[in-house]
């Protein structure tokens, strides 16, 4: 298993930013699918760039890291990047910014959570479960892409799901295959559901910015989290907790509210 460093999307000015926001994405995501709102926030805000890496076992860096595949070694991944003055989460990515701002430089001073939740979760109500038990369903080898779109569609897959999962199914001399490895996923997506981050969230509030983006459509964010974030919130005045129309994908769902949000809020 190779070392290479984190293939990552860069977007900034045509000078050196004074401040860089990351963008980590959630489960089966890559850093592409935030650049699209990155490009935006970087234009509305003078001094700014941004980095979406792809995370392990994601996009191009599967087979970059050695396992364990673990929240910690994902986060210790990030460190080659240029020193982030913002860090952004979403879902899976969201747990992790919470990971990496723990041990993070002092340059960090806010971090951004997408419809993500600091406490545990059972992982057989998740949907990031449920998709890695398609794919084992699932052969490892296809004919074409539209093979593995059809494949994912008759195991109960809309449409748009399965045409955003097949972006990783890459093309090896005749045939189609997984860019992934499902072992390396599932390690992710467990340690993203037992994962508890509420003493990481508490110790945060005390010294930097913490900003909680929920969808309003979605599930992620429970009424009991809630209430824990909001008594932080009172005690600190650090935690902020934002509530956009859209579902789990605010990214595609909402995009708009979440460049005012970032370019409202980034300092």
Known sequence: MSRRPLHFHRVSPSGAPRHWLWALHGAFGSGRNWVHILRRVVRQRDGW?????????????????????TLAAAAEDLAILDAPTAVMGH????????????SAPITLRQVWVIDSTPQVMDPETGD??????????LPRVFASRQEAIDAMQRRG??????????????????????????????????????????????QLAQRMTIHFVVASEAEMMTASARERLESIARDTGRIHLHDVRGGHWLNVDNPEALVNLLTEYLN
């Open 157 to 202: 897959l809309e449409s748009p799901v399965a045409h955003w999962m097949a972006m990783n199914v890459e093309r090896h001399d005749s045939t189609y295959r997984w860019r992934f490895e499902i072992e390396g996923l599932e390690s992710l997506a467990r340690e993203f559901y037992e994962a508890d981050m509420w003493s990481i969230v508490e």
């Open 128 to 137: 990031a479960w449920a998709m890695i038990k398609l794919l084992r369903q």
């Open 91 to 102: 879902s899976f990515g969201g747990k992790l910014a919470l990971q990496y701002a723990a």
């Open 49 to 69: 760039g941004a980095l979406a890496p792809d995370l392990r076992e994601h996009g191009r860096s599967v087979g970059h890291r050695p396992p364990p595949h």
